[in-house]
């Protein structure tokens, strides 16, 4: 089965600074790769994806690049905020129909100090 | 909308002792997820039902079993806990389909087995 590693686990940073995420994943047939933010005791939430026939995409201060060849892809934020502090995770599926059945990374708790 | 509500939203259970967790989605779609969450490692599926009527056993079936009553409504039935359930239990609904697959969560079960 597909086996998805995420680095780092933590990561502080200074307001106003760039973090980045990493993931590698196993399986060349997963196609679809989401990012989710969890906050403190809430809910995961979806803040950007990407699909294998692109290689970046940006959502304002957020970003994600995939590498196919090498099985990696990250997340970029950039202008960080005390806001953006929560945890990360990322995902991998076949499809993006099977996102529901997505294997997850074990996440990468993200501190922006004021 | 209220999207996806999950009840109850903390529990402390025996082992031994069963349980249902309930999960309701309003925005009429076809699949449900049932996920748990332990301290450090990112979400893990437990079941699925891609549409009213059917079930699929996820990474981490054992010691669970669900019910899709209706296109809105999925449960979670732990039989006879056992401490190794401790977790935050999260259910989930997509559309699965071109209207769209973004995943959509409860806001969580905490669920502890003494």
């Known amino acids: 089965g597909e086996n998805v590693e995420q680095h780092p686990s933590t990561l502080s940073v200074q307001e106003g600074d760039s973090a980045v995420i990493k993931c590698t994943y196993s399986d060349s047939a997963s196609n679809y790769f989401p990012w989710y933010k969890q906050e403190l005791g809430k809910r995961p939430q979806l803040i950007i994806d990407i699909r294998s026939n692109v290689g970046e995409k940006k959502d304002q201060r957020i970003a994600v690049t995939l590498n196919k060849t090498a099985k990696h892809f990250s997340l970029h934020i950039t202008e960080t905020q005390p806001e953006d502090s929560a945890v990360y995770f990322c995902?991998?599926?076949?499809?993006?129909?099977?996102?529901?059945?997505?294997?997850f990374g074990d996440g990468t708790t993200l501190t922006v100090k004021p | 909308n209220a999207g996806v509500t999950q009840t109850p939203k903390f529990q402390v259970l025996k082992t031994g002792q069963s349980m249902t967790l309930q999960c309701a989605q309003d925005m009429n779609h076809n699949s449900m997820y049932w996920y748990r969450q332990d301290p450090g490692m990112g979400l893990r599926l437990i079941y699925y039902s891609a549409s009213e009527g059917t079930t699929d056993k996820g990474e981490v079936p054992n010691g669970y079993n669900v019910s899709r009553l209706n296109k809105r409504e999925f449960s979670l039935r732990l039989e006879s806990a056992a401490p190794s359930q401790t977790s935050v239990y999260f259910c989930?609904?997509?559309?699965?389909?071109?209207?769209?697959?973004?995943?959509?969560f409860g806001e969580g079960s905490w669920l502890t087995v003494v």
């Open positions: 995902a991998a599926s076949k499809g993006a129909t099977n996102a529901g059945k997505s294997t």
């Open positions: 989930a609904s997509s559309a699965s389909d071109r209207a769209g697959n973004t995943i959509y």
